[in-house]
């Protein structure tokens, strides 16, 4: 079992009644490694002979995040209203002589 690099090696706690006696040690927080079992600060027994140590596997990290379980929905597009075609210059043009012909016709007629 390799050791994790730059990462501290605690000694369980002498138990403060009974100096005779060690008391249970924490799972310690490393940065991109979480614990195989349990989470960080939960309790770490001694073994029998407290002068053995006692290993707590850890598991690297992945540099991804992790997947959300209940992904964030995403909105439906809104479908483009149709494009009224537009207007032709040409009858633009025509609708306007229309008028000013009519125009020129009841003033002609108004001017008999």
């Not at 008391?23 to 979480?34: C, E």
């Amino acid at each position: 079992m390799k050791n994790i690099p730059a990462t501290e090696h605690p000694i369980f706690p002498t138990d403060p009644d009974d100096p005779t006696k060690v008391i249970d040690g924490r799972i310690l927080v490393v940065p991109g490694y979480k614990p195989e079992q349990g989470k960080p600060n939960d309790p770490v027994a001694p073994a029998k002979n407290p002068s053995q140590n006692v290993n707590v596997p850890y598991i690297k990290e992945s540099t991804q995040p992790p997947a959300p379980d209940n992904p964030t929905p995403q909105p439906t597009p809104t479908p483009e209203p149709p494009k009224t075609p537009e207007k032709d210059n040409t009858n633009l043009m025509f609708q306007r002589h229309v008028v000013t012909t009519r125009t020129r016709s009841i003033r002609q007629l108004q001017n008999r």
